[in-house]
């Protein structure tokens, strides 16, 4: 301070030609302006909460989640949904008994279910884990995203967040990385058992079920969308995987490789240890008929994965969805639970108003 | 705007940077390698000299170079690296960098972490080479300027730069230049060897300080010729003392001559109305005084901060317990995971993950740790002191200045504190000293004239006071506040006042004349003392009829004139040096001095009768008649020209009695180095010899002159000074049996007017003399001769000196000098006084002056009952101590007194301050309203600061002017500086400096106020919100197997403390105003709340805890059951989270906010956007970045779904609810009177009078309550008829505001 103030002072008392006495007209006057911003005055909005002030914040509040609240648990309520756990039926129950990574014959069984009424419009299919944490700090970081955006270079030595799933047979393995090794690779396949016992494969899509920045944009084969055998000559597949990245569709060249859906969707790590992912779409006809008639079904599945080893459970989820996304009639109670509380205290604070305010006026101050 | 960012900056740096400056070490004083050797003094010769071992001495000194910059072109980057690292928070930012380059504990990509320490450190360094930029041209501009040197090649004076000019080397300098280093003042164009240098760029001091050539330099008729200059200068090493300097000049003749600080011209002063001036360089460079008088900024620590270091190291429990938690919690869940095939395979066992996890969490939740609150404190509190700085009521109009602030970091002490330590003279007081009356001979001349005079001056000045202020109030919308106010001080002048109520003063006076405002010039003289001094001039006086009386007034008046160190100039002519012929005088000097020689002579023939009314023969009539009726008119001397003369003294008291003398045709006109010019009434002007100057020194309490009478030709001693010492002194026991009869009359009656002046509350000053013998005149001169040339303990010589010779002295009589008090101090006191703030006024006055100005200032109320305590032994301090403490508790218990005050004199102060009677001391005065300190010492002073501050834990202010408030600026929680007429020491040390003491008020009551709830409410939002953001990420852990996963983009998260939030609650720590000033300063009451730290105690900082845990609850579980079970990834978790808690944090502050301006709403509505955008923007172009957070397309499609709307929206209403709640049903229940203070601005201004009203009313009521007054003395001290005239002045003045 003393050091520029002196410094300051030197250079200012060089300049002035006028010295002495007379010198008082040159001297430059220090006052401060007298703006709002400078004097503090800015003209400013002073809320102070009361009870008489706050009192219609809390009626509104009130007044406009009780109805939102009614329209979400509405709405949840016309979704529907089935959940199938195929753990709890025998023969499935053995495969996931004997089932491990090291199992070479895929074990089958079939799971079947009845629905109570029909699904109309697009009925989604996804199958769910439990006690999976596809959150866990080295699981999520156990990949290689430019490898999976289609960069050659990655592909030829990935990342090193991958390891120990990052090379095998001194080859680089594309996908690398624990999450693309666990890719879920169960099959699962629906049929609809008409009243006459015969059995109707239902129909379902596989694309479409990633996110559309993911397909195009995130994930990308390298070297465009052809010969991907070539492309991917000198890679190894992941260790638990059983056909190369590059056979997860040989049918759709556009759903192969790294943008094959089912890896895509699997790549996007679950945020909660129980956790669903899109597996199908059952396209709502283009008739009257419901996409899923009631009735019964018989779910078919290819055991290929283990969960007993962590104590997981497999799921299958079948559901519509409405512009809220999936049914939960959590938020839909939660805020009819909020406004019928902020209405309760509205109706206190009304109370405290009638009983305080007056004597806030008097500006009596306590001794 | 540049201006202020320039001014920000630097301060802001000088904030940063304390630590470093601190630890600078000062430069060159180690550079001269003779000091290490131990040697005491340094040898200068001439650098032309021949021999080389004297050049080689030369050149070991520090040249004129100066470099103030920290860092060359190449050092910056190690320097200012290491020094940065000097910062804990820094340390601890890099710790955290470095951990997470660890790969086991790694929690983010390793360069996502260096980011924060990485802006930390950047934004550091850019200042810090930019203002370490602007040293250097200020620098380089220094260096760069020229000055003539003696250049031995070319036998003349040539111009170089300042950096060349070396120790040794021989400078010439004109008017008007700058002294380029110091040096010792060898010869100059003025014929009698003086010059005069300004200071002002030193210290401040605008008046003329008066140098010397050095004494016995052979004269030559020319300038002096540098080749010629063979003497040797031995002098001390350079040190910082402005006022000392010591050494010899030896001469080839081996003579030696004593080098004073007279002697030495300090660099960066000026040289003023000396035509040419040459000198030689002693100290260059860093070695000058100048430079060594640089001191790095003062740094204090707040008591706000210290509070806030312990909530950090809460903080720093609470990380310390949840990384635990995870930790422990990662281990458990490892041991029970029964087979890890969809994980990384993992030997390492569970302990050691956990222990791993430890340090991962650590980085994870760095941000709980507020270490951004340190650096966000240092912009808030630089802003709070540019609104201080640029507050427009502390502007001084008189002076052209501002506040000044030179502590940076202790704004909100501002608002704390609970006791104030001030000095009086100069900081209550105007310390323009006024001429009031004078006592001769002991004869009392009450001047009554004159003190009507200065009742007028005093209404001007308040006129003119509220003319401004109404006019400002009434550009106010709301203007009743402050307008009814002014009217009611407008309405008291204006019952005193007549006439001269319309005048209005001088707007600017130039500053140089700073002495002498009209009012300190223009005294009316006593007609009666006019009437015998003109005796001398009347044509019709007569020796016969001189009485002694008249030897003793025209002594009395001789010695005003001449017993100072005034320095005398004219506008037109810069000095008046004394011409060498003397005017014929009027009066035949045989006569006059017959007169003089017959009062030399020892003994006393005749004795007149005090007060005998010699009849006026020498007036006529009409003389008579206009010297009553028109007492200006006769006061100024016979010629135009000598009105214009300017004084220009070291201290007020000076200036003034010279004026005084003035009036009385005792006029100094001119002052050289050896003669002095006097006009005398009567007989012309008179060239008197003088002899010596022995100047003031707190010790000797007094001054003498030295003069060679010009009338009897002998010497005379003149001395002025503390009564006291003075009235001692003149107490000699050979004089009291000679002089029996006269002076022991004239010391009664003298003592006596003094007794009374005291009362008065005026400063007075005794004022004697002494003829010597020319015998003792010789003797005494040896002596003294030997005392100024020697080197060693010259002081105490000189001191010995001096005291030899001021003995035996005939007393003449006494001025009593009045020194007004400021304006609006009493009110100031008051306001402090409702604040819950104790005054103790500190003074080296005497007793009686000190109480009277204590009543006067309304320290002191009639009501008051006085304690003194006045002791000569500590037994009987110790006695006296419990005594007057019973009689406190008894007066407590009794009713009729509305306090104790006690007052205390230094003798007394002693005593109590000793280790074992200070807790009585204490006690004692702890129970009083309030202290007077009288006759203490400036150690003594800073000791009853340090005591109650270290002893009661109280924070203290302390407010001063001059040099001997000083210690007590420094040892005070807050100091601060009065700038008035007393030099810039006490403003130099202090950490505010401002121009007047009822300025104090406001800085306390409202700015101190506004800085302290500002602050407190920005540190604890920044706990809360960094403690409600942390926990979200701490709630995840119990959902990932507490691996120390982050549902968000590691940017983001960085981001989020760094950018999304960090610029509301700055603005909330600068701008948010809970009261409106005017409320502040009407109701001082409220700032209670600031000293009781109701802002931020620990049971606030545990509630916002406590609030911030719920809403991050709140903020995490709402979208843990909207998403669970769902196929939402982490990323679509985390965004809906993390938008809420934005939102959550910045409604948060809309809530606590007291105002809210466009400002607020701006940067509030900029946070979010920003937030929004960038991740909007970031979740669209970062297609690969930021692994394994990529955050690719997750906010776009989450922004494009209702239900993260719905999510948002209930989580954050939910958050706040309680908090809102809360708000409300406080304010509504029992709300804090900060609060019924907002509710009252917001009052239209009719109601706001009243209300106003009825709480000073129920305030006073309480207070009478709380002491249990008779309701009888209620009734007379709260006068109903009061409030309704207030009342009604209020409603004019809105009325008149709103038609």
């Known amino acids: 301070m003393m050091a520029s103030n002196y410094n300051a002072k030197e250079e200012d008392g060089h300049q002035p030609a006028a010295i002495g006495h007379g010198g008082a007209g040159t001297v430059k006057n220090k006052k401060p302006d007298n703006t709002a911003f400078k004097q503090q005055r800015l003209p400013a909005w002073q809320p102070i909460l009361t009870a008489g002030t706050v009192l219609p914040a809390f009626f509104v509040i009130g007044l406009i989640f009780i109805p939102i609240g009614i329209g979400l648990f509405v709405t949840s309520n016309n979704i529907k949904e089935l959940e199938v756990t195929s753990q709890l039926i025998v023969p499935c129950y053995n495969c996931s008994q004997s089932y491990s990574w090291n199992s070479t014959k895929p074990c089958t069984c079939s799971v079947p279910f009845s629905l109570d009424q029909p699904f109309e419009s697009n009925v989604f299919m996804y199958y769910g884990l439990s006690n999976f944490y596809q959150n866990h700090r080295r699981y999520v970081k156990s990949r290689d995203d430019s490898q999976l955006n289609g960069d050659k270079a990655s592909l030829k030595s990935p990342s090193k967040e991958c390891e120990p799933y990052r090379t095998s047979d001194e080859k680089p393995i594309a996908p690398c990385g624990a999450i693309a090794n666990s890719l879920f690779n169960d099959t699962l396949e629906l049929y609809y058992i008409d009243p006459n016992g015969s059995r109707t494969a239902i129909p379902l899509v596989k694309k479409g079920i990633a996110w559309w920045t993911d397909k195009h944009v995130k994930f990308r084969n390298p070297g465009g969308n052809d010969n991907l055998t070539v492309v991917f000559q000198g890679t190894s597949k992941p260790v638990n995987w059983r056909k190369s990245v590059y056979e997860l569709d040989p049918s759709d060249p556009d759903n192969n490789g790294f943008i094959n859906e089912d890896f895509i969707v699997w790549m996007r790590t679950a945020a909660l240890p129980t956790f669903r992912k899109l597996y199908r779409i059952i396209h709502k006809k283009p008739n009257m008929t419901p996409t899923l008639p009631l009735g019964r079904y018989i779910l078919e599945v290819t055991y290929n994965y283990p969960v007993r080893s962590f104590e997981g459970r497999k799921r299958m989820i079948l559901s519509t969805i409405s512009w809220m996304g999936g049914k939960n009639p959590f938020l839909g109670i939660a805020y009819i639970t909020v406004g019928s509380v902020c209405f309760f205290l509205g109706i206190v604070l009304l109370i405290i108003h009638h009983k305080y305010g007056n004597r806030n006026h008097s500006a009596d101050i306590r001794s | ?1299």
């Open chain 2, 1 to 1299: 705007m540049e201006e202020w960012l320039n001014w920000s900056l630097r301060h802001l740096s000088l904030g940063l940077g304390v630590m470093y400056s601190l630890e600078r070490p000062v430069q060159g004083q180690s550079s001269c390698p003779k000091d290490r050797l131990g040697r005491k003094r340094r040898t200068v010769v001439s650098s032309l000299t021949e021999d080389e071992e004297l050049t080689e001495i030369l050149k070991s000194y520090s040249s004129n170079k100066v470099t103030t910059t920290k860092y060359s072109f190449l050092s910056f980057i190690p320097k200012n690296l290491f020094e940065q690292l000097h910062r804990f928070a820094n340390i601890y930012f890099i710790f955290l960098a470095a951990l997470n380059f660890v790969p086991v504990v790694n929690a983010f990509q390793p360069e996502i972490s260096i980011i924060p320490i990485l802006l930390v450190l950047a934004v550091t360094a850019v200042k810090d080479l930019w203002e370490d930029y602007r040293k250097h041209k200020s620098d380089k501009f220094i260096n760069g300027l020229v000055c003539e040197i003696y250049s031995r090649k070319r036998q003349m004076y040539v111009d170089q730069r300042w950096q060349d000019v070396h120790v040794g080397d021989f400078v010439r300098l004109s008017c008007n230049e700058i002294i380029p280093a110091d040096m010792l003042l060898l010869y100059s164009s003025d014929p009698h060897g003086v010059c005069y240098i300004e200071t002002a760029n030193l210290d401040g001091e605008t008046n003329l300080k008066q140098r010397q050539v050095v004494r016995d330099l052979p004269r030559q008729g020319s300038e002096l010729t540098p080749e010629n200059f063979h003497s040797r200068i031995e002098c001390e090493n350079p040190n910082n003392d402005l006022s000392r300097f010591r050494g010899f000049m030896e001469y080839p003749s081996k003579a030696r001559v004593g080098l004073h600080n007279n002697n030495l011209l300090l660099r960066s002063c000026t040289i003023r109305n000396t035509e040419t001036v040459i000198g030689i360089v002693v100290y260059a460079g860093h070695e000058t005084k100048a430079m060594k008088n640089n001191n790095g900024p003062r740094y204090k620590r707040s008591k706000l901060e210290r509070r806030l270091n312990v909530d950090v190291l809460w903080s720093v429990v609470l990380l310390v317990i949840m990384c635990l938690t995870a930790a422990i919690g990662h281990g458990l869940w490892l041991r029970n995971l029964k087979d890890t095939s969809f994980l990384i395979p993992d030997t390492t066992s569970p302990a050691l993950s956990g222990f791993y996890l430890f340090w991962t969490m650590i980085i994870v939740l760095q941000v709980l740790i507020p270490i951004s609150l340190y650096v966000s404190i240092e912009i808030v509190k630089l802003c709070q002191i540019f609104f201080i700085q640029n507050d427009v009521d502390f502007y001084n109009e008189y002076m052209d200045s501002r506040i000044q602030c030179r502590a940076l970091n202790i704004t909100e002490d501002l608002g704390q504190i609970q006791y104030v330590f001030s000095d009086k003279t100069g900081t209550l007081t105007e310390n323009k000293m006024v001429f009031r009356r004078c006592t001769i001979a002991g004869v009392e001349y009450p001047h009554e004239e004159n003190a009507r005079r200065l009742e007028v001056y005093k209404e001007d000045e308040a006129m003119g006071c509220s003319h401004t202020l109404k006019s400002r109030a009434s550009a106010k919308s709301l203007s009743c506040k402050s307008l009814s106010c002014n009217r009611s001080s407008v309405s008291l002048h204006t019952l005193t006042g007549h006439s001269e109520g319309e005048e209005s003063p001088s707007p600017t006076l130039p500053q140089h004349s700073a002495f002498s405002s009209p009012m300190e010039k223009d005294i009316v003289p006593d007609p009666f003392l006019v009437q015998k001094l003109n005796c001398l001039s009347s044509p019709l006086f007569l020796l016969r009829d001189a009485s002694m009386e008249l030897t003793y007034i025209v002594d009395f008046f001789m010695a005003l004139a001449i017993c100072n160190t005034v320095v005398v100039s004219s506008p037109n002519q810069p000095r008046h040096v004394v011409p060498e012929v003397s005017r014929t005088p009027l009066k035949s000097l045989e006569d006059i001095k017959m007169l003089f020689q017959r009062f030399g002579l020892p003994r006393f023939s005749t004795l007149s009768p005090p007060h005998t009314t010699e009849s006026p023969r020498s007036f006529t009539r009409e003389e008579d008649k206009m010297l009553h009726l028109n007492p200006g008119a006769w006061s100024p001397p016979s010629e135009p020209g000598a009105d214009e003369l300017i004084y220009e003294a070291e201290s007020p008291d000076e200036a003034a009695l010279v004026h005084a003398a003035r009036a009385y045709r005792c006029t100094l006109q001119g002052r050289s180095l050896e003669r002095l010019l006097v006009e005398l009434p009567g007989m012309g002007s008179l060239a008197v010899r003088l002899l010596h100057i022995l100047p003031f020194d707190s010790t000797r309490k007094r001054m003498s002159v030295v003069v060679r009478h010009p009338l009897t030709n002998q010497v005379v001693v003149y001395t002025k000074g503390a009564d006291s010492v003075i009235m001692d002194l003149a107490e000699s026991p050979k004089g009291a049996e000679q002089s029996d009869g006269r002076q022991g009359h004239i010391r009664e009656q003298t003592q006596k007017h003094l007794d009374n002046y005291a009362r008065e509350g005026l400063r007075t000053l005794c004022i004697a003399k002494k003829v010597q013998t020319s015998t003792e005149y010789d003797i005494w001169l040896k002596r003294h001769a030997f005392a100024e040339t020697s080197i060693e303990n010259r002081e105490e010589l000189l001191l010995e000196s001096a005291q030899r010779l001021e003995t035996n002295l005939t007393l003449l009589g006494a001025t009593g000098i009045v020194d007004r008090l400021q304006e609006e101090v009493p009110e100031t006191i008051e306001a402090l006084q409702r604040a819950g703030v104790k005054v103790w006024v500190l003074t080296g006055d005497k007793q009686e002056t000190a109480i009277n100005i204590a009543c006067a200032c309304k320290l002191l109320r009639t009501t008051d009952q006085l304690l003194t305590a006045n002791c000569d032994s500590k037994e009987a301090c110790k006695a006296l101590l419990l005594e007057l403490r019973t009689e406190v508790e008894r007066g407590e218990a009794a009713e009729g007194t509305s306090g104790f005050t006690l007052v205390v004199d230094g003798h007394t102060l002693d005593f109590a301050l000793q280790e074992d009677l200070k807790g009585d001391f204490l006690e004692l005065s702890r129970r009083c309203r309030a202290v007077v300190c009288c006759r203490s010492t400036p150690l003594q002073k800073s000791h009853v600061v340090q005591l109650v501050r270290d002893q009661l834990r109280v924070m203290t202010l302390a407010i001063g002017d001059g040099a001997n408030d000083v210690s007590m600026i420094q040892v005070a929680d807050v100091g601060i500086g009065i700038s008035g007429q007393e030099g810039m020491q006490a403003v130099m040390s202090s950490d505010f400096a401002i121009s007047r003491f009822k300025h104090l008020r406001k800085l306390l009551l409202v700015h101190g106020h506004w800085c302290y709830t500002r602050l407190a409410n920005m540190i604890l939002y920044f706990f809360y919100k960094n403690v409600m953001y942390v926990n979200l990420l701490f709630w995840y852990q119990f959902f990932c197997g507490f691996s120390g996963s982050v549902m968000t983009n590691s940017w983001v998260l960085i981001f989020f403390n760094l950018l999304f939030t960090s610029a509301p609650p700055l603005l909330y720590g600068i701008l948010d105003k809970d009261v409106s000033a005017d409320t502040l300063i009407k109701l001082p009451e409220l700032y209670k709340s600031g000293q009781n730290s109701k802002a931020y105690l620990p049971s606030t900082f545990w509630l916002t805890m406590l609030d911030a845990l719920y809403q991050s609850l709140v903020c995490f579980f709402i979208p843990y059951f909207a998403y669970a079970g769902s196929d939402a990834d982490m990323l679509s978790f985390g965004s809906p989270i993390n938008a809420s808690a934005l939102l959550i944090i910045l409604l948060h502050q809309v809530i606590e906010s007291r105002t809210l301006t466009w400002l607020h709403v701006l940067v509030l509505v900029g946070s979010a956007l920003f937030y929004f955008s960038f991740t909007l923007v970031f979740s669209v172009v970062c297609v690969t970045c930021s692994p394994p957070t990529n955050p690719l397309g997750v906010d776009k499609l989450q922004m494009s779904q209702p239900l993260f709307y719905g999510v948002c929206a209930l989580t954050t209403v939910l958050a706040l609810l309680p908090r809102f709640l809360f708000h409300a049903l406080r304010n509504s229940i029992s709300p804090s009177d900060t609060l019924k203070a907002a509710l009252m601005d917001q009052l239209n201004p009719d109601n706001y009078c009243r209300r106003m009203q009825h709480w000073n009313q129920t305030q006073a009521q309480s207070k009478a309550r709380g002491l249990i007054i008779n309701v009888e003395d209620l009734d007379i001290k709260i006068p109903d008829f009061i409030l309704p005239k207030e009342l009604k002045e209020c409603r004019a003045a809105t009325g008149s505001v709103l038609s």
